[in-house]
């Protein structure tokens, strides 16, 4: 079973946010959804998603960013998604940002990114009607 965020998920981003938490060493600290009505600059427009994790190498954190990459490579949106990466301000930590843009499909990409076990796949599941 997935680890739970310890805050709000919005429903646009909870499979996605899920997917990743059942990754082994890989743990969800934020997430956004997009705003249909933004109130301010710093909120998300509805046509986006961001989704903030972290890595923990030595729980498998390795592996599971390889996977994520294969999956977003393999993606559909693959135009569409971004991951950053940066540094916190403790020593040998760094965080990601998953962002969505123009519509990317959150939930297809957490569809992909659902392992049987990471370490067995070579690559992710095309989804149905997919060659």
């Known amino acids: 079973m997935p680890a739970k965020p310890r805050?709000?998920?919005?429903a646009k981003v909870?499979?996605?946010?899920?997917?990743?938490?059942?990754?082994?060493?890989?743990?969800t600290f934020a997430s956004c959804g997009g705003h249909a009505k933004r109130t301010n600059e710093t909120?998300?427009?509805?046509?986006?998603?961001?989704?903030?994790?972290?890595?923990?190498v030595l729980a498998g954190g390795w592996l599971s960013l390889e996977w994520i990459a294969r999956t977003i490579?393999?993606?559909?949106?693959?135009?569409?998604?971004?991951?950053?990466?940066?540094?916190?301000?403790?020593?040998?930590?760094m965080a990601f940002e998953l962002k969505?843009?123009?519509?990317?499909?959150?939930?297809?990409?957490?569809?992909?990114l659902r392992p049987a076990s990471v370490e067995t796949r070579s690559k992710p599941r095309r989804r149905?009607?997919?060659t």
């Not at 909870?14 to 743990?27: K, M």
């Open 128 to 130: 149905k009607g997919k």
């Open 7 to 10: 805050y709000k998920v919005d």
């Open 73 to 93: 490579d393999f993606s559909e949106d693959v135009a569409k998604l971004t991951v950053t990466v940066w540094s916190e301000d403790k020593p040998d930590t």
């Open 14 to 27: 909870r499979a996605l946010v899920d997917a990743l938490n059942s990754l082994p060493g890989i743990f």
């Open 43 to 56: 909120q998300l427009p509805a046509d986006e998603f961001v989704v903030n994790f972290g890595a923990d």
């Open 100 to 112: 969505g843009i123009d519509h990317a499909v959150a939930d297809d990409l957490a569809e992909l």
